[in-house]
């Protein structure tokens, strides 16, 4: 649908989508633990990647078992363990799940061909638009409206991103010479959301609206200015509503900016024992994966993930 609105548009817009959708947000202190969680799926990719294939699957099923929400990145991991373990019953019920939370049907290719042959595989394909409508039915689509406004004025207004695809006609006399300045409008208006919609989770709005918001987070949060809003943001972290490995880059780069020194990478190229310790400690603190799962290179400038 092609629309047409300036800049102060989308401020009136949200109004209207909050007035007309009213979401009860549940207070941070009453929110669910992912701490456990998040410990467990890495436990689960390191079994994986030292060959215990079948107890990585069963901790994955201990981890989603727990908690209300499951992300689709999880039940991509476990889609694919299913897979190679040839339980064809638990590949369909991931991969039934990964659709309906994500909305993409593509995460269900597949490399095996006897998963390909199977009739839980037929039974996935033949039912993907019953998937996409239990998903449809449970996002809320102005919410992802907003933000893809807000991510395109981001992206093709602000940086210039030609490649970034938006159905918008744009007053042009509404926008400042430095188009720079509506990275503030932008953050405002995103927090504005964040207060009456909930955090733009994978669970409120899909996962590829969710991936689009973290441009949004990551150009504001990394400053120094923005501070006052991290201890929120760990909450939402802690709560599954943010994924620990989309948010640590801009911590990263924030750390380094404003104190400088690396808080989770070696990037500085300090692999000292002492240093490695520190920044293993930093990582566990906000549940990634230990220093462990990656293999140094470069004098520690290059960190390549094994697991």
Known sequence: MEFWFSINDVNERMKKYIYFFTIFIINPSFAQDYTRYYKQCNTADSLEYVGKNQEALDLFKVAFSAVEYTHSDKYNKAYRLAI??????????????????SGNKNLLKTSSSAFKK?????????????????????????YIQLIDSLVFIDQYIIRGNRTYKGNYKIDKTTLPVNRFELDKSNWQYLLKCIDSLGFPSEKNIGSKAYNDAWVILHHNLRLAENEQYHTTIFEFIKSGDYLPEDFFIWYEQFQMQVHGQTYFTTWDGNISEENLKRIDVNRRKFYLKGINSYELSKNGRSMIAKW
Do not use: E, P, W
């Open 84 to 101: 190679k373990l040839n339980l064809f019953d638990d590949a369909y019920q991931f991969g039934r799940m990964m659709v309906i939370n």
């Open 118 to 142: 199977s009739n839980q595989y037929k039974a996935l394909k033949d039912s993907t638009d019953d998937f996409l409508s239990l998903y449809s039915k449970r996002v809320n689509h102005d």
